[in-house]
């Protein structure tokens, strides 16, 4: 077989996440319109996550989280979001690199991206984030009985492939 000095498999990878930077950051400008949500799934101790202890000790390997009804201050940059999440009435603000994220899902239309996790981002401890100030309205997953899903708590993973027309 022949060598791939192109690196299609890295050129795919980069504009399937530039598709999900894309979506942030009009969720960032514009909020969620009409049903759209958002389950994101990225690995906890990647290179550039930055979340509490407290979240780390409960999702040392991988996290999911929900961006749905009520998040904050949500910024996205080329290579990272931020975002201010309540879990279980504790106001926490993580960062998450896209390289660290290993799938992304919006159940209102039923699309999801999948990714292979840089070499980079696994290699590295996660960082504590720094406190955050509590917003007036801080109550995110909790309060619509969407929590974080735990590795193996009825997590699905969604492969592209699924969602072509075949």
Do not use: C
Not at 141 to 157: K, S
């Amino acid at each position: 077989m022949a060598t791939d000095h192109i690196r299609y498999d890295v050129l795919a990878r980069d504009a399937l996440r530039g598709v999900l930077r894309q979506v942030l950051t009009d969720a960032a400008e514009h909020g969620l319109p009409g049903e759209h949500h958002f389950y994101i799934t990225f690995l906890s101790t990647a290179d550039g996550v930055k979340i509490s202890p407290r979240l780390l000790s409960q999702y040392p390997q991988e996290m999911t989280i929900i961006l749905q009804h009520q998040f904050w201050d949500l910024v996205v940059t080329d290579d990272r979001f931020e975002v201010g999440l309540s879990f279980n009435g504790i106001p926490e603000r993580l960062v998450v690199p896209f390289s660290a994220i290993k799938s992304f899902f919006d159940p209102s239309v039923q699309f999801g991206l999948q990714f292979e996790p840089t070499e980079e981002a696994a290699a590295a401890p996660a960082t504590p984030a720094e406190e955050a100030p509590a917003p007036a309205a801080a109550e995110n997953a909790a309060e619509t009985g969407d929590e974080p899903t735990r590795q193996g708590e009825g997590a699905e993973v969604v492969r592209l492939d699924r969602f072509r027309k075949k």
